[in-house]
């Protein structure tokens, strides 16, 4: 998949701006502040219809503006698709090939796009929830059946903090919901566990393939279930739990609190390691993640300020990597004489 041309009209500073861009590495620098991430982000906005940056839409409208019009061609499999979002007035509509569509999942079942920007060297020591959204919309593209699990584990979790609060309990609609929501946690767990264990050995081999050198890779899937009698195991806990479920008025347990832990070499990154350690950790994390991709679902590669903290040597072997794929967009405050590169230079 590759991205020929976007236009940009009132998007962050860009109040009309058309760019085109090649297959393999693009390379977009200039001065700060100049636009480089804002061309980006719009470049992923494609993929989710939200920004790598914000939870708020309404921050990427131009401050003269009272919406914002992104369009992009793409090029997926020999297939065209003519992409449209609009905001305007917090409504957003999303046409591809000039046909409307409703639900984000359609967009992203047609548009893989992977980034890696300045703060996501914090991924491994962050809070929990931080690598619950990035297993949640990593997995998202890569299963389909996931986002209505999710979806169907955040109802019946509702309803079950619902029937807590409740001034008169009605067990026999508790059990009967819990009871559903263990199946449903059971499929959840199952997808998570098996993406973990894939992920596992492809970031050992993506560290050997860029790095050259091997190293010992342990990812740790922390869940309050893990047991093989699953459903059983699940229900146990909730009714061991419930004083305290009904004392605070929601449900204390469940998949909701997920997290894992990476170690290289016997050392937890996100608590032991340096900055350094952290942020090569988390790129091979999301590199290995293109590794697992599907041929026909490799996702545009979007690398945000990755050069700036690197060694030389580090440089020249993530380069070559990157060299290798489809399409890849690196921002970067200074020009690398490259092969095979396309440059974009942005000024006021």
Known sequence: MIIKSIKLVNFRNYELNEFNFEKGINFIYGDNAIGKTNLVEAIYYFSLTRSFRTNNDGLLINKNASSFYLKGFFIKQNRNYNIDIVLDKNVKKITINDKSIKKVSELSNVINILSFIPGDVDLLKDAPKRRRDFLNTTILKNEPRYLKLMSDYEYLNK??????????????????????????SYEIYKIRNEFIKKIEESVRLTYKEIFLKDIDVN???????????????????????????????????????????????????????????????????????????????????????????????????????LSKVEQVFITSTKKYNLQNCHYCYLTK
């Not at 619902?162 to 199946?183: G, M, P, R």
């Not at 204390?252 to 350094?276: A, P």
């Open 159 to 184: 309803e079950r903090n619902s029937l807590l609060k409740s001034e008169s309990l009605d067990f026999n609609l508790l059990n009967v919901i819990t009871f559903k929501l263990a199946n449903v």
């Open 219 to 321: 990812i740790e899937y922390l869940t309050f279930n893990s047991s093989s009698d699953y459903i059983r195991k699940f229900i146990k806990i909730y009714e061991d739990n419930l004083d305290n479920d009904l004392k605070v008025g929601y449900s204390t347990n469940g998949i909701q609190k997920d997290d894992f832990i990476l170690k290289i070499n016997g050392k937890e990154i996100g608590k032991f390691g340096s900055q350094g350690e952290n942020r090569i950790a988390c790129l091979i994390l999301k590199l290995a993640i293109y590794s697992l991709s599907k041929e026909d679902n490799k996702p545009i590669l979007i690398l945000d300020d990755i050069l700036s903290e690197l060694d030389k040597n580090n440089e020249d072997l993530l380069l070559n990597y």
